[in-house]
């Protein structure tokens, strides 16, 4: 795959460009968040990973302006920030996924196999309806019938990828990837505890759910 690397930390840039080389991708490396809007523009990369503090802009302005360009393909946010509102405010940015500094390159490796193959799907529905709910990505806005439903960002990536999926059962182990990322510590319990949060949010008590239950494997929505 060709990947953008953008990594103002010499040391870390050289290694992490030489590690990625060695599982025979082609990297481009740039230290500064402008340089890398501006050949994330230029050119065509499969991956973009962005490191959060960085001269110029950071890695999360870099990121909102390339997603207000309507630029589509994945991005990998690289930060010492582990707090959960800084991962939070990563996703909201436009980043696909987030890893902590310090890692392990084995998990970077995953990470990146993992958004190449998001990558390589085809692009998705800008605004999809399903029954009475109508979900708009440009917006980030979920509606049931005329009323616009608020949910939390969190909510509403979990929501997002069961729609994506719509018809098909999502295991458990996806959402959680899916939403939380490789290597969390969010359990099966908090994921059921946010789809109970979602199906209060999101249901009508005249209709039948949205969110459906499959018993020992995970969630799906109907088609």
Same mark, same amino acid.
């Given at each position: 795959?060709?990947?953008?690397?953008?990594?103002?930390?010499?040391?870390?840039?050289?290694?992490? !460009?030489?590690?990625?080389? +060695?599982?025979?991708?082609?990297?481009?490396?740039?230290?500064?968040?402008?340089?890398?809007?501006?050949?994330? +523009?230029?050119?065509?990369?499969?991956?973009?990973?962005?490191?959060?503090?960085?001269? /110029?802009?950071?890695?999360?302005?870099?990121?909102?302006?390339?997603?207000?360009?309507?630029?589509? !393909?994945?991005?990998?946010?690289?930060?010492?920030?582990?707090?959960?509102?800084?991962?939070?405010? &990563?996703?909201?940015?436009?980043?696909?996924?987030?890893?902590? !500094?310090?890692?392990?390159?084995?998990?970077?490796?995953?990470?990146?196999?993992?958004?190449?193959?998001? &990558?390589?799907?085809? %692009?998705?529905?800008?605004?999809?309806?399903? /029954?009475?709910?109508?979900?708009?990505? +440009?917006?980030?806005?979920?509606?049931?019938?005329?009323?616009?439903?608020?949910?939390?960002?969190?909510?509403?990536?979990?929501?997002?990828?069961?729609?994506?999926?719509?018809?098909?059962?999502?295991?458990?182990?996806?959402?959680?990837?899916?939403?939380?990322?490789?290597?969390?510590?969010?359990?099966?319990?908090?994921?059921?505890?946010?789809?109970?949060? %979602?199906?209060?949010?999101?249901?009508?008590?005249?209709?039948?759910?949205?969110?459906? +239950?499959?018993?020992?494997?995970?969630?799906?929505? /109907?088609?």
């Amino acid at each position: 795959m060709k990947i953008l690397l953008a990594e103002d930390d010499v040391k870390l840039g050289r290694l992490i !460009k030489h590690m990625l080389e +060695t599982e025979q991708h082609h990297v481009e490396w740039v230290v500064r968040g402008d340089e890398a809007v501006v050949r994330a +523009t230029d050119e065509v990369f499969d991956i973009i990973l962005l490191d959060w503090m960085m001269p /110029g802009i950071s890695g999360l302005d870099a990121c909102r302006q390339l997603r207000e360009q309507g630029y589509k !393909k994945p991005v990998l946010m690289l930060t010492a920030k582990d707090a959960v509102d800084d991962k939070v405010q &990563g996703l909201d940015g436009g980043a696909d996924d987030y890893l902590i !500094k310090p890692f392990e390159f084995s998990e970077l490796f995953a990470r990146v196999r993992a958004l190449g193959r998001r &990558g390589e799907a085809p %692009l998705q529905e800008e605004i999809v309806t399903v /029954g009475i709910w109508q979900l708009n990505r +440009t917006r980030r806005t979920v509606t049931r019938g005329h009323s616009e439903i608020q949910l939390s960002a969190r909510e509403y990536q979990l929501l997002d990828v069961l729609i994506q999926n719509r018809g098909l059962v999502v295991p458990r182990e996806v959402l959680l990837d899916r939403v939380w990322g490789l290597g969390s510590e969010v359990s099966d319990n908090n994921l059921d505890a946010y789809i109970r949060l %979602l199906r209060k949010k999101i249901d009508d008590p005249e209709t039948e759910t949205l969110i459906q +239950t499959v018993r020992g494997i995970g969630y799906k929505v /109907g088609a």
